[in-house]
């Protein structure tokens, strides 16, 4: 599967964003999806996944205040970030797995497919 992610942009803390990952293939409703980011100087973190079944999972840093979602209808996937923090500022990724475990969905190497990213600056 191929991802391509979008919305990323310039927004006031406490504002809001909505990221979207559009991914084309025929299988896109069998796979496992993430979202990751990445600050400058920092290593590639884990944001939230959702499994094909609609399980999610958040890291501690954003539950609460992002949500992700998908449609299987339109080959899609959604962030939508509420509260934004000026530590939120980074590069996000959408990420594909074929298969992710509940003891593997934060670790990056587990996922095979990846979007080209999209950068979020939140300002103070």
């Known amino acids: 599967v191929q991802l391509q992610a979008s919305g990323g942009g310039l927004v006031q803390a406490g504002g809001s964003l909505t990221l979207s990952c559009a991914a084309s293939g025929r299988t896109f409703s069998s796979y496992d999806l993430g979202w990751f980011r990445q600050a400058p100087g920092k290593e590639r973190e884990f944001v939230a996944a959702?499994?094909?079944?609609?399980?999610?999972y958040y890291a501690d840093s954003v539950k609460g205040r992002f949500t992700t979602s998908r449609d299987n209808t339109k080959n899609t996937m959604s962030l939508l970030m509420n509260s934004l923090k000026p530590e939120d500022t980074a590069v996000y990724y959408c990420?594909?797995?074929?298969?992710?475990?509940?003891?593997?969905?934060?670790?990056?190497?587990?996922?095979?497919?990846w979007g080209q990213g999209t950068l979020v600056t939140v300002s103070s």
């Open positions: 990420a594909a797995a074929s298969y992710i475990s509940s003891y593997s969905y934060a670790a990056p190497g587990r996922y095979n497919s």
């Open positions: 959702i499994w094909s079944g609609g399980t999610t």
